[in-house]
C-alpha cells in the first residue's frame, strides 16, 4: 500500500499545487503519469506513449529552469494554447513550480470571443501549438501585452522561441516557488453559456482545497487509472496520484464522440475512473447497450457539466458491475465541487421525484462546503445577512461558501459584486442556479436563474417542467422558455425529438406532450409546442441548453 503524499494544509507557509507532482514522483516514480495515443499500425491497434510520474517531474523542472531564463517566471500571466498532450501536462506543471499564472481559454468557445478573453488577461507570455501563433499574427491587437513567444511544434515564420530551445537539457531539481495559500496560481475561462466568458481568479489554496476534497469524497487512491474527457480536469490526476489517459477524441465536441474509440481506452488500459458529460455519457452509453459491452474494470463515472438524466444514468450502468457507480457532480468553475450523488441513490431513490418535477438531486454537500439557499434576486448583495434565506424545500439560489471556492474573477469588479457576497471574513458565492434542500439535507437543482420564466401569475423553473416532457418516449430533451418581457412572459417548451425518431406526425404528438403539461400543476400553464432540430449547447461539455438562443427562435416562430 502506498504512502499518501504529504497535503498542502491549509496552516502551511507555503502551498503550491506542483508539490503533489513531486511527492508522487518520490512515492511512486516508475508508474505512468500520463499516456497519450500517437498513432496507429496497419491492424488499426493504437500506439501510446507516456510519462512516468517521474519523467514528468523531471521535464516539469527541465521547463521551468529554461522558462525561467525566458523570462517567464512567477506572477507572469502566460497564455497556455496547447493540445491535451505529454507537453500539455509537463507545461502547465512547470509553470505552477515557477509561480507563474497559466491562463487557459476554452478553443471551442469561437474564435472572436476566445480572442476577447485573451486580450482580457493582458498575458505577458504564449505558449501555443502552431494555430495558436497563426492566430497572433493575424490579430496582433488581441495580444499586444505578450513579450515572450514560445510555439509548441514547429515555428514558422513567426518569431521567438521552440519547446525545444527553452528545455534546458541538463536535469537538476528546481526549486518551486514558495507560492501561499492566497497567491494566484491560474486564470481559468468559464464557457460564457449564460453570458459573456469570465477569466476566475484560481489560487494554489483553491487548487489543494479541490485535491484534497475529490480524493476524499470519492475514494480515490493513487493506485487508480482515470480517463479524463475533459482536459481541465485531467490536471488533477498527477496530484492525485491517478494514471491519465488521454482519449482519442476532440474534447470541443464530446456530444460527437467515437464511442469505440472511449471504450478502447478503458478496455486497454483497465480504467477505473472516468469523467464524461451527460453528451458523451449518452453517445457512449447508447452504443454500448447496443453492442452488450461491458467494462468491468470501471468502479467510477463522475458526471458534471450540465444535470444527467436518470434514463441517461440507467443506459450507461448497463455497462458497469454491480457495485459500480456514476456520480452526478454539481459544481462550477468558480466553485468545484459543491456536492455528487450516486447512481444507486439516483435510479432508486430520486428518480420518481425527478421526472415528477421536484428538480435534479445533486446529493449533500461535500465535506468543508456551506451551502445556503437565498431568496431569488437579480442585483449585487454586498453583506450577507441571515434575512436572505429561505426555508428548506423553498426554491431559491443557491449559494456556497469553502475552501474550494474562487474568490472572484480576473479584473471584473462588476462581476464580483453580482457573484460575491462578504460575510465577515469569509464571502459566499452565489451559484446563478436556482435550487431547494430537502429534509436529509439534499439540494435539488432546479435550473439557471437567468433561465427562469416569469410570468404574471406565477415563475417557472426550467429543470422541474422540462422533466414533465421528458418522460415521453418520442422527446431526446426539452427546453422551457420565456416569450415576452419578464413579468408578463409567456411560457413555450422547445422540444428535440430523439435521434431515431423521424418526425411523423407532429401534430398528435403535440397533443399528447400539451396532455401530459396539463396533468402537472408545474407545466399546466404551457399551451405552446415548437420542435427543434437540434438544440444549440455549450462548446465545453456539449450539455447545457443555450436556452437565450431558443427563446429569440421562439419569439421568431410566433
Known amino acids: 500500500m502506498l504512502m499518501e503524499p504529504t497535503p498542502n ?3 502551511r507557509t507555503t502551498v503550491n499545487v506542483a508539490t503533489y507532482l513531486r511527492d508522487m514522483a518520490r512515492l ?3 508508474k505512468r503519469a500520463v499516456v497519450c495515443p500517437c498513432g496507429r499500425d496497419g491492424q488499426n491497434r493504437v500506439a501510446y506513449t507516456h510519462l512516468t510520474f517521474r519523467q514528468l517531474d523531471i521535464e516539469s523542472d527541465c521547463l521551468a529552469r529554461g522558462l525561467d531564463d525566458r523570462g517567464v517566471s512567477r506572477g507572469v500571466r502566460t497564455i ?12 502547465v506543471f512547470a509553470l505552477f513550480k515557477l509561480g507563474a499564472v497559466p491562463v487557459v481559454v476554452d478553443p471551442g468557445m469561437g474564435v472572436s470571443r476566445m480572442l476577447n478573453c485573451l486580450e482580457e488577461s493582458q498575458a505577458q507570455a504564449l505558449i501555443g501549438i502552431p494555430p495558436a501563433h497563426v492566430l497572433r499574427t493575424l490579430a496582433p491587437r488581441y495580444f499586444k501585452s505578450v513579450k515572450t513567444f514560445i510555439t509548441v511544434g514547429r515555428r514558422w515564420f513567426w518569431g521567438g522561441f521552440t519547446l525545444g530551445q527553452v528545455r534546458s537539457r541538463q536535469w537538476e531539481p528546481y526549486r518551486m516557488a514558495d507560492t501561499r495559500a492566497d497567491e494566484i496560481a491560474a486564470i481559468l475561462f468559464t464557457t460564457g453559456s449564460t453570458g ?7 489560487t494554489h489554496g483553491v487548487f489543494d482545497a479541490q485535491v484534497r476534497s475529490i480524493r476524499a469524497h470519492f475514494g480515490i487512491t493513487p493506485e487508480e ?6 482536459p481541465l480536469f485531467a490536471l488533477f490526476d498527477p496530484a492525485l496520484g491517478m494514471t491519465a489517459i488521454i482519449p482519442d477524441m476532440d474534447p470541443t465536441k464530446p456530444a460527437h464522440v467515437n464511442p469505440e474509440r472511449i471504450i478502447e481506452a478503458i478496455v486497454n488500459h483497465g480504467v477505473t475512473n472516468m469523467f464524461a458529460s451527460p453528451a458523451l455519457l449518452n453517445r ?3 452504443y454500448g447497450k447496443e453492442k452488450g459491452i461491458r467494462l468491468p474494470t470501471l468502479k467510477r463515472v463522475i458526471s458534471a457539466g450540465a444535470p444527467a438524466t436518470p434514463a441517461n444514468i440507467e443506459q450507461f450502468s448497463a455497462m458497469l458491475t454491480e457495485g459500480a457507480q456514476i456520480h452526478t457532480g454539481y459544481g462550477a468553475t468558480e466553485a468545484m465541487p459543491v456536492s455528487a450523488f ?3 441513490a439516483i435510479l432508486n431513490e430520486t428518480r420518481k421525484l425527478s421526472e415528477q418535477g421536484y428538480g435534479m438531486c445533486v446529493g449533500q454537500p461535500v465535506a468543508g462546503i456551506d451551502v445556503r439557499i437565498i431568496r431569488i434576486s437579480d442585483g449585487p448583495i454586498a453583506q450577507w445577512t441571515d434575512d436572505l434565506l429561505l426555508p428548506d424545500g423553498e426554491i431559491g439560489e443557491i449559494s456556497v461558501r469553502g475552501d474550494q471556492v474562487t474568490r472572484g474573477y480576473y479584473e471584473r469588479p462588476r462581476d464580483d459584486a453580482l457573484a460575491k457576497i462578504v460575510d465577515g471574513d469569509t464571502f459566499w458565492h452565489r451559484m446563478g442556479d436556482l435550487g431547494w434542500i430537502d429534509k436529509k439535507g439534499r439540494i435539488w437543482f432546479c435550473g439557471r436563474k437567468s433561465h427562469r420564466v416569469v410570468c404574471s401569475n406565477k415563475t417557472m423553473f426550467t429543470i422541474p417542467c422540462e422533466a414533465i416532457f421528458n418522460n415521453h418516449p418520442r422527446v431526446y430533451r426539452s427546453a422551457l422558455v420565456g416569450v415576452g418581457p419578464q413579468g408578463r412572459q409567456r411560457p413555450v417548451v422547445c422540444i428535440e425529438l430523439v435521434p431515431e425518431d423521424a418526425g411523423k406526425d407532429k401534430k398528435g404528438l403535440k397533443k399528447e406532450l400539451l396532455a401530459l403539461a396539463k396533468s402537472s400543476p408545474i407545466s399546466e400553464d404551457i399551451e405552446t409546442i415548437l420542435f427543434h432540430r437540434a438544440f444549440p449547447v455549450d462548446i465545453r461539455h456539449n450539455s447545457k441548453i443555450f436556452r437565450e438562443q431558443l427563446a429569440v427562435w421562439a419569439e421568431n416562430k410566433r
Open 28 to 30: 511512486q516514480p516508475y
Open 196 to 202: 459573456p466568458a469570465k477569466g476566475v481568479y484560481y
Open 225 to 230: 487509472i482515470d480517463l479524463p474527457t475533459f
Open 80 to 91: 497556455l494554447m496547447v493540445k491535451p498532450s505529454l507537453d500539455f501536462f509537463a507545461l
Open 342 to 344: 450516486g447512481s444507486d
Open 284 to 286: 457512449v452509453g447508447r
Open 9 to 11: 494544509t491549509p496552516g
